[in-house]
């Protein structure tokens, strides 16, 4: 898992998994809004600069290992 800084290359988009630095906790990115981000933390809303966080990065394999399979019960017969 690799952490990378937040720049104008970088795209956020909403739904999306972000380290909060101070923090240091994972939240779910709300709004990008060019010098800010809104975010959800712990089920509170919170905004800050975009240097506080940084975007979560994982390889082929890490992601992979998490993935998981969805219930099979519906679709028997």
Known sequence: M???????DVNVFPG??????P????VVCGAYK???IRVLENGRLLEDKVEN???IRLTKKERKER??????GCGQK
Request: hydrophobic share 30%.
């Open 2 to 8: 690799d952490f990378e800084e937040i720049t104008d």
């Open 16 to 21: 999306e998994y972000l380290l909060y630095v």
């Open 23 to 26: 923090k240091k906790v994972i």
């Open 34 to 36: 060019g010098d800010t």
């Open 53 to 55: 966080f940084k975007k």
């Open 67 to 72: 993935k998981r399979a969805r219930c099979k």
